[in-house]
């Protein structure tokens, strides 16, 4: 069992910055995908941007430029830098991890653990 605590979300101007946290328990994280997805009141949770345990990243078109997404294993932690905010950035991020040693995916259904997310507000 694996557990993710998402953290760093708040309110912003637009064009501010953010950088959002994902810490996970368990002694697996470095060989685990992770992916961070995002869902805005009354739609359906979307992809954002994944990392594999290589450290290969895909992003979503719409954040490509301005989201960054890295890992730190010695801390189990992923992190989510968000820069050049916009208000249609606002949403609840989750981030997710994929079972051991498989690839990125934009796909919710291929995450095997979620956390609680977190909330990011972009104020115009």
């Known amino acids: 069992q694996v557990q993710l605590v998402e953290s760093g979300g708040g309110l912003v101007q637009a064009g501010g910055s953010l950088r959002l946290s994902c810490t996970a328990s368990?002694?697996?994280?470095?060989?685990?995908?992770m992916g961070w997805f995002r869902q805005a009141p009354g739609k359906e949770r979307d992809f954002v941007v994944a990392i594999n345990w290589n450290y290969m990243t895909v992003y979503a078109d719409s954040v490509k430029g301005r989201f960054t997404i890295s890992r730190d294993n010695a801390k189990n932690t992923v992190y989510l830098q968000m820069n050049n905010l916009k208000p249609e950035d606002t949403a609840v991020y989750y981030c997710?991890?994929?079972?051991?040693?498989?690839?990125?995916?934009?796909?919710?259904?291929?995450?095997?653990?979620w956390g609680q997310g977190t909330q990011v507000t972009v104020s115009s």
């Open positions: 368990g002694r697996t994280f470095g060989s685990r995908s």
């Open positions: 997710g991890a994929r079972a051991p040693y498989s690839g990125t995916s934009y796909r919710e259904y291929e995450y095997d653990y």
